[in-house]
């Protein structure tokens, strides 16, 4: 008895099961009919997918990471919202024993002009705010968005950000580059050999992390090139700190 | 898994659809779903391609509709199409362009089995995709090469 259809394409595709292709390979030893009829199979299905390999388009550079960045359709939970109200009590705790902050001053005003009222109040003097420093070398703890892309040939990360937004920059032996802000809301928009964020807001601090054997990365702060790394060449608006990271800012000098 | 799930995921929906954007668009939705599950299936990639497959029903059922209700400006639109450029017709454009009239004129399930197997899914996997008994796919699967053989040599010369 010869085989049939659905055992060859079975054999084709490893689905026999183990005493199936045992016997199936005995018939083939002695059967030369099958045995030019798996043949034909395997030349049909070889024409097939080259066939359909014409039909391909280059695939998307997403990568996983860009996934964290949709919003999980969960509702939140008694305890996720008692955490919410327990860190939003913290959070105003530091900011009002951190020194130099302007909220003590701010209740106080707002307690005065309740009890005396509004005439008595006098005009709140408002703290300079002073310029954020970064420790050298020292990633932020905390990812809440970014994105990874393969930089190809060349890539452009182009930041579209607000007056005082800094990047962080180092050099990694990853395969991919990646940016992450370390708050705020940033939009991230991956295209072929362009890497875009956006970010209006409160000032925020972006790291990008290039790999090594990328051949070509350029980063830019609006029209300004900041950082360019040709093969094993760095230029940067910036001196690399003692860890070799690069801290760039809008107002990096030009070299 | 992201890496290698995402890549074939893909190439099946750009396949089955012709259309990248719509393919990146369907195989991102998919692995959204399945982050947003929370737990993962006992099958992932049979999970995801079943996802991905039902959106992809569920847009070109939306835009036969919008077709039926918006028959004049479609005409009028492909009357105003610009000409196809030069790439357009290049030979390999042309290529492409006969194996998607091939593959377009099968039968969705004839159409659906070729891609998933060529992206390497298991009998299983297929049989419950398209929901099929897991037992006739060798045969199916023979007929639809057969159909899509004869499809493509009706258009074209032969290979």
């Known amino acids: 008895m010869h085989l049939d259809s659905e055992r060859i394409q079975r054999l084709l595709h490893g689905e026999l099961r183990s005493f199936d292709e045992a016997e199936v390979r005995a018939h083939l030893t002695a059967c030369a009919s099958c045995g030019s009829d798996v043949a034909r199979a395997e030349r049909e299905e070889a024409w097939m997918l080259e066939r359909l390999a014409r039909l391909d388009h280059e695939p998307p550079r997403f990568t996983v990471k860009m996934l964290g960045l949709a919003p999980r359709r969960r509702r939140p939970g008694w305890g996720r919202i008692a955490a919410g109200i327990v860190f939003a009590l913290a959070a105003a705790g530091a900011a009002y024993a951190a020194p130099g902050s302007p909220l003590p001053g701010a209740i106080r005003h707002a307690v005065e002009w309740l009890s005396v009222g509004w005439h008595s109040v006098r005009p709140a003097v408002r703290t300079p705010v002073s310029s954020a420093t970064f420790p050298a070398g020292t990633p932020a703890a905390g990812t809440p968005a970014g994105i990874a892309v393969v930089p190809g040939a060349s890539l452009i990360v182009a930041f579209d950000v607000g007056r005082v937004d800094t990047a962080l920059v180092w050099l990694t032996d990853g395969a991919e580059v990646e940016v992450r802000s370390t708050g705020g809301a940033a939009t991230f928009t991956s295209g072929r050999g362009r890497l875009s964020i956006e970010h209006r807001g409160p000032p925020v601090r972006f790291e990008v992390l290039i790999p090594r054997t990328a051949p070509l990365v350029e980063i830019r702060f609006g029209a300004r090139q900041l950082f360019l790394k040709r093969k094993q060449t760095v230029i940067a608006r910036s001196d690399p700190t003692r860890a070799g990271r690069y801290l760039l800012t809008q107002s990096s000098p030009e070299r | ?159």
Request: proline share 5%.
């Open chain 2, 1 to 159: 898994m992201f890496g290698t799930e995402f890549r074939r995921l893909f190439r099946y929906l750009d396949r089955l659809s012709g259309e990248p954007d719509l393919a990146a668009d369907l195989a991102q939705e998919a692995f959204v779903r399945l982050h947003a599950r929370g737990t993962m299936p006992e099958r992932p990639e049979a999970w995801l391609v079943t996802v991905a497959l039902n959106l992809f029903r569920n847009v070109k059922t939306t835009r036969a509709r919008q077709r039926r209700l918006l028959t004049v400006a479609r005409a009028e639109s492909v009357l105003a199409d610009p000409a196809p450029s030069p790439a357009q017709t290049s030979a390999s454009a042309d290529a492409s362009a006969k194996v998607r009239v091939a593959i377009d004129r099968l039968p969705e399930r004839d159409r659906g089995m070729l891609l998933l197997l060529a992206e390497g899914y298991s009998y299983r996997d297929i049989a419950s995709t398209l929901e099929l008994k897991e037992a006739s796919i060798g045969t199916l699967l023979a007929r639809a090469k057969r159909a899509f053989r004869e499809s493509y040599e009706g258009d074209t010369d032969a290979p």
